[in-house]
């Protein structure tokens, strides 16, 4: 072996290594944190959804986006469904969560960016409550998370935990379909999704599941969400396939790994 | 030498092609008598560590294992120290995984430490040298056979196994019985004057039993259930029941409300839902899962053990996966309240398979 010794050349100041780097890094975080302001500053809005110039505001913005597909009456075409009954909810949740307008025609519509600003969300919301009455968007004293945890988490395993795993961490469907997570969504998406059955999910009205019961399921959902896990790493609490790929392929290949060097010769 | 041994048939030779050679008493159709074709190769030649030709090497090596015990020690001192450091008495959570994650760290430290000293002190220090022991036979020489022959013997004799055949009889029967109460008691288990096949044909389910919520126990109106709405039942009392959890594993029913054109019903099935709403026992027809996951557009419900898919349109036959039967209907109507009653019990068994269902 031969030793060379290292050249000791301090370089400082914007010759550093290191300088590009850093330049990239303060110029993402600037414009990250910028960018987080601008999109924040819109997120909270006051809309009378009775309000005729809410609905005629929300009419034009269906006219231009969403007609294609739903019809200029919102009574549906060959390429989407009718929405007339389907309520301010429904309408609130699909755009709110971005699913709607859809970006392709597929199994099933996913969640993306949002594509209207809140006010807009909630003008297009009461144009459509506006054509047939429907479940409307819930009030505040549901969405607060402060209700019964246990019920909730009874509740959640009955009706909905088939689906979205007991952990809400979602699962598969047929034909491509699939049941989304759960942590991360807003309170006022997980009631409208319950009270509004978005796509192949069923309807869990307030006859079957009440206000104050979906408030329950909610509260359970933040609670799993704000909880951490005892047991170390939850490899997404997906449940034995996660936690068999993990041990069939980590703590295997360490077992392998570790057999093959108690067997070779040592050099 | 080597050569040879890698082809070993330049060893063979050619047998004679003359009739029947009493002398080596081959049979008259061999054409290659096969030599052994593998010769042993011997030990390769042996190769020095680097820690048997350098010093520093060796020195290093050393420095490695006593490290490495030392690392054990470390983790098994920081196990004791973390048990201390993190008490769990509050209940939180946190303090909960802090705690065995640390212990869990230093105990893992002290096992692995010495595992892997005692495996590179092996590998790397101690002598290499290839040695050969010879595997003795198994088969002991004639006199040990014969000195083993004749301590049975002599045994036989003393103990008068051979000679008092009662004695010897009455203890093979007993050991034959001893087992018996265990195998007696333990059919005792089995539920008692009670036939599993009635238990497995039947449900709560009867005439006139109110469809209730899952868990709550309350009755469920036909108008409550709108187009699309999944509601999780059970038979009204199953709470107050004394076996609750053994009625609900087989009494256990989706209920679905479609468009009544949406479903295709068999002539003789026609009054078994109510203005498109139909009931399914939950059990699945393979192995017994609860079936739950509907899809309202497809009207497809899927099991999520083994991927068996229903179709609710078609009286919930399969269409796909390892299910054979569909999922038995449960026939419901309305009472004079309004409120959705079964029919009857299920026409036929729940569940999967068993030896004395019929078809």
Same mark, same amino acid.
């Given at each position: ?267 | ?17 003359? *009739?029947?050679?009493? !002398? =080596?008493?081959?049979? /008259?159709?061999? @054409? ?9 190769? +011997? ?121 008092? *055949?009662?004695?010897? !009889? =009455?203890?093979?029967? /007993?050991?034959? @019985? ?9 059919? +005792? ?133 390892? @299910? ?36």
């Amino acid at each position: 072996m031969i030793r060379s010794t290292k050249k000791k050349t301090k370089k400082t100041g914007r010759r550093h290594p290191m300088a590009t780097v850093a330049l990239v890094a303060i110029g993402l975080i600037v414009t990250g944190a910028a960018y987080a302001g601008f999109s924040n500053s819109s997120a909270i809005a006051e809309v009378d959804l009775q309000a005729q110039s809410t609905i005629d505001e929300g009419q034009k913005l269906f006219a231009s986006n969403c007609a294609t597909c739903h019809g200029i009456q919102a009574d549906g075409t060959d390429e989407g469904p009718s929405l007339i009954g389907v309520g301010a909810a429904s309408t609130h949740f699909q755009v709110g969560t971005g699913r709607m307008p859809l970006a392709f025609q597929g199994p099933q519509g996913m969640v993306k960016p949002k594509q209207f600003t809140e006010e807009q969300t909630l003008q297009l919301a009461a144009y459509v409550a506006s054509l047939a009455p429907g479940p409307g968007i819930p009030e505040a004293q549901y969405l607060d998370g402060d209700g019964d945890v246990a019920n909730g988490g009874e509740l959640f395993r009955v009706n909905c935990a088939m689906c979205h795993n007991v952990a809400g961490a979602g699962g598969a469907l047929t034909e491509g379909k699939w049941a989304p997570k759960l942590s991360g969504v807003a309170s006022v998406h997980i009631y409208e999704a319950m009270a509004t059955g978005p796509q192949n999910m069923p309807v869990f009205n307030n006859a079957n599941i009440s206000s104050d019961e979906k408030r329950d399921i909610i509260s359970y959902l933040k609670y799993l969400e704000n909880s951490t896990s005892v047991g170390g790493f939850k490899l997404g609490s997906l449940g034995p396939v996660a936690e068999g790929l993990f041990i069939w392929i980590i703590g295997l290949g360490a077992v392998v790994a570790l057999t093959v060097w108690v067997t070779a010769k040592s050099n | 030498m080597a050569q040879d041994a890698k082809n070993g048939s330049s060893d063979a030779v050619v047998a004679a092609p003359s *009739a029947g050679d009493v !002398n =080596t008493g081959l049979s /008259a159709g061999t @054409a290659v008598i096969p030599a052994d074709s593998f010769a042993n190769p +011997g030990h390769p030649p042996h190769r020095a560590r680097v820690t048997d030709t350098d010093p520093k090497k060796e020195k290093r090596a050393v420095r490695t294992v006593y490290t490495l015990f030392y690392i054990s020690i470390v983790g098994s001192i920081g196990a004791i120290a973390a048990y201390v450091a993190f008490p769990i008495e509050s209940g939180d959570d946190v303090a909960i995984r802090l705690s065995t994650l640390f212990i869990g760290v230093g105990m893992a430290l002290s096992l692995f430490g010495i595992g892997l000293a005692a495996i590179h002190w092996g590998k790397a220090l101690m002598s290499d040298k290839e040695g050969v022991d010879e595997r003795h036979p198994v088969r002991g020489d004639d006199e040990t056979r014969l000195a083993a022959q004749e301590i049975f013997k002599q045994a036989n004799e003393e103990s008068g196994f051979g000679r008092r *055949a009662l004695v010897r !009889n =009455t203890l093979i029967g /007993a050991l034959i @019985a001893f087992p018996l109460p265990g195998v007696v008691l333990l059919r +005792g288990l089995a539920p008692q004057d009670q036939d599993p096949v009635a238990l497995l044909k039947h449900t709560m389910w009867d005439k006139g039993v109110r469809l209730t919520r899952d868990p709550s126990g309350t009755p469920i109106k036909a108008s409550d259930v709108t187009l699309g709405s999944v509601f999780h039942v059970i038979p009204e009392g199953l709470n107050d029941m004394e076996h609750k959890l053994d009625e609900k594993a087989k009494a256990i029913v989706l209920l679905m409300r479609l468009k009544p054109e949406d479903l295709i019903e068999d002539a003789d099935r026609k009054d078994w839902s109510y203005n498109g709403i139909v009931a399914y026992s939950k059990v699945c027809t393979h192995v017994g899962c609860p079936v739950a996951l509907y899809e309202q557009q497809t009207h497809h419900l899927l099991c999520p053990c083994h991927q068996s898919q229903f179709d609710v349109t078609k009286h919930c036959e399969v269409i796909f996966g390892p @299910a054979k039967r569909p999922l038995p209907q449960l026939p419901i109507t309305v009472d004079s309240e309004g409120y959705l009653v079964a029919q009857s019990d299920f026409t036929e068994p729940v569940g999967p398979s068993f030896w004395e269902r019929v078809s």
